[in-house]
């Protein structure tokens, strides 16, 4: 069993790796659901108990799959879904076509997706406490929050976690948002940690992404920027030769050295891909290897944005005021 890290201010604990089923909604390449319920299942049988879905994830079959998967090992799972919109009706609505979709009688942890710019972040929380309070949800969570936007929503309701991008090539959490979640007791789950796949060496051209791949419209995979970027990690390879291990399992371990505060959200949509990574627990980074890494990849270094410029409004947003 690998180790475990308290989600949150309250007792539940989770494996410090968690699985994300956004595989299941064909975004990327992956499209095999039964690949992917034989890895949700491999993953909790490793002690991998927090798995991750969202509404949007294929409208509701991300959430299905994941229900299926976790049936016989509910006491194991810690399922993770998130709502799309902030508004109070719109999230009553949403929890209960969840709950549906899931096959559930409570979600363990559900999450705002994004901050709605129409809905003071009091609205959407309260509406989520009321959830917790009728017992159809444990703990509460936001998706890329802004730092002030955590605070007013802490002060709602505890928020248990904060879920935002976060690996070697997106250091930026580290300056605007670590100060605010290790001040308040709230677990950060980092999503993409291998960005997308660009941390385990095996997307070096944009030929490597077949036909419809979203990732073909992230700036950070296109054209100067992607090979900028693959030059980039020439550091994070020479360690992980040095250390005979992946480079996907390098990239991991250096998150988990980062602070038992933090958890690392993988896409893991195949079950080869979970044993993989369960490498991650097998790699010593000693404090030079951290430096090391560190300095190889500095906040900001990642060419292009993280996302097509359409959807970067979302981002890390503040909410309008309450009362607004
Ligand atoms: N809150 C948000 O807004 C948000 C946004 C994006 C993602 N997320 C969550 O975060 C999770 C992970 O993010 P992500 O999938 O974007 O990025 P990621 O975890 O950085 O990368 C996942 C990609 O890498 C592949 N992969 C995983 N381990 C590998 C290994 N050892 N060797 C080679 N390839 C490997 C996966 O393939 P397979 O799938 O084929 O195994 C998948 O294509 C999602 O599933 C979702 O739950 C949340």
Request: neutral net charge.
């Amino acid at each position: 069993m690998i180790e475990t890290r308290k989600l949150g201010q309250g007792e539940v604990r989770v494996g410090a790796m968690a699985l994300g089923a956004m595989a299941f909604a064909g975004w990327y390449d992956t499209r095999d659901d039964e690949g992917g319920v034989r890895a949700i299942q491999r993953a909790l049988d490793a002690g991998i108990t927090l798995i991750d879905t969202a509404e949007v994830y294929g409208n509701g079959k991300s959430e299905e799959l994941v229900g299926r998967a976790v049936r016989d090992r509910r006491d194991r799972a810690v399922v993770a879904t998130k709502a799309s919109r902030g508004s109070p009706a719109y999230l009553r609505e949403a929890v209960d076509r969840s709950l549906k979709h899931l096959g559930l009688d409570h979600i363990d942890l559900y999450y705002l997706h994004r901050v709605d710019a129409e809905v003071p972040i009091e609205d959407s929380v309260g509406a989520m406490a009321e959830m917790v309070k009728a017992g159809k949800v444990r703990a509460i969570g936001l998706s890329e929050a802004g730092p002030k936007t955590i605070q007013r929503a802490h002060a709602v309701h505890p928020i248990a976690a904060l879920q935002t991008e976060y690996s070697l090539l997106q250091r930026d959490p580290e300056r605007d948002l670590f100060p605010v979640t290790r001040s308040l007791g709230i677990t950060f789950v980092a999503y993409s940690p291998l960005h997308r796949g660009l941390l385990t060496g095996t997307i070096r051209a944009p030929e490597d992404l077949a036909a419809g791949d979203w990732r073909a419209q992230v700036p950070r995979f296109q054209g100067a920027n992607l090979a900028a970027n693959v030059a980039r990690l020439a550091p994070l390879d020479a360690m992980a030769a040095k250390k005979g291990v992946a480079m996907s399992s390098v990239a991991l371990a250096w998150i988990l050295r980062k602070g038992d505060d933090l958890v690392p959200l993988v896409g893991m949509g195949r079950p080869e891909n979970v044993e993989r990574n369960l490498e991650a627990f097998r790699v010593t980074l000693d404090d030079a290897d951290v430096a090391a890494l560190d300095a190889a990849f500095p906040i900001g270094c990642a060419a292009g944005l993280r996302y097509p410029e359409s959807m970067t409004s979302s981002l890390g947003r503040e909410a309008p005021p309450a009362g607004g």
